[in-house]
């Protein structure tokens, strides 16, 4: 138990800087294998620093062949510092997954702001054919096209002489029963 | 010719610092340092020499990608790690029922300390055996000693605990001095790493 809790505090002072309690350092005195754990723990740093480079060098070399993805992402930083446009290849390339976020919250933006509404059913070839008997029936009326509008005033002019027949009816009852005479004022001069 | 020599006595953080400006050949210097280290660090990990070449280019590709963004108030060597670190595990969880099936073969693979002493006798390396210990072991060793690493850098790239970092440390001595040292009490010699790795370590 003890062995276990001085390879701890060796450890925790490589590790720390920290002092061991006297406990622990009388421990490894006595004691040969944390003594050895001790020697071991405090030469390991420097050894394995020292071997680093050597052990490194029997690492096979290999190329970083950053090649063309470099170049591309090279390309993009340069584009974006000098303010240029990237092009669509590149700028997926180099942010697919914003770049689909971004689309898909302006379609679903479009799709908020933006009712879509179904165009009405084209005209039917019946329907077309009725237009043009329209038309040619306002083009073969007497007086071509002026006379349909006349055609279309007529109406106005009748009722108009409709009322004033009920007006002069009523006016001749009304001289009847009233034993009185009506007469007609004189149309108002034009200012 | 000068401008190359020039780049090659400069340091890591002022490389990292003229490749975020935009320099290439700073960049390109960094990856010839980093390249091998990172290789030997993701190795073990990966458990292939092609995956972990695809990995350390796909790590430095990152980072140039992302170079806008270093911070200078942190080495780039964290930097590097803790990216590398990231895209490992993204690689090892897609990989992950491929790693399953070779399961065996690579439980038969890992070392256990005891074979390794015996194994370690015709090693003269200490890294050699540190590799053997296993992968985490040999990762923290690594960052520890090889990139001279302190317990907090190590515990961000790792994304663990400080405590937890120097635990895993103090096994990995525990385990590499049963290797080196003969004369190892009972009671503090470390058990197989293959019986500790599924405790979580």
Known sequence: MLCTISRWMISRSEDTGKKMPRLIERHIVRCGACGEFARVSASLSSRLREERAAWLAKVPDFPVDLGRGLETTMQGARAIEAGRPLSRRLLFGLRPLPIAV???????????????????????AQDRAAARAAIKSFTSAPGGLQGAVGKAESSLEREGRILGQSLSSAAEYLQARLNIKIERKEAPKPL | MADHARTEEKTDDELAREARDGSRRSFEELARRYKRRLFVYLRPRLGSDEDAEDMVQDTFLKLYRNVGGYDPAYRFSTWLYTSANR???????????????????????????????EAGTGESGLWDKAQALGETRFRVLWLRYGEDMTIDEIAAVLGRTRLAVRVLLHRARTSLAGLLGPDMCREARPRPAVARRSSGD
């Open chain 1, 102 to 124: 971004t689309a898909l919250v302006v379609v679903a933006a479009a799709l908020v702001l933006f009712q879509v509404v179904p165009k009405g059913s084209a005209p039917t």
């Open chain 2, 87 to 117: 895209l490992a595990i993204d690689s090892f969880r897609k990989n992950a029922t491929v790693r399953r099936e070779s399961a065996g073969v690579a439980n038969d693979q890992l070392s256990d300390p005891a074979a390794g002493r």
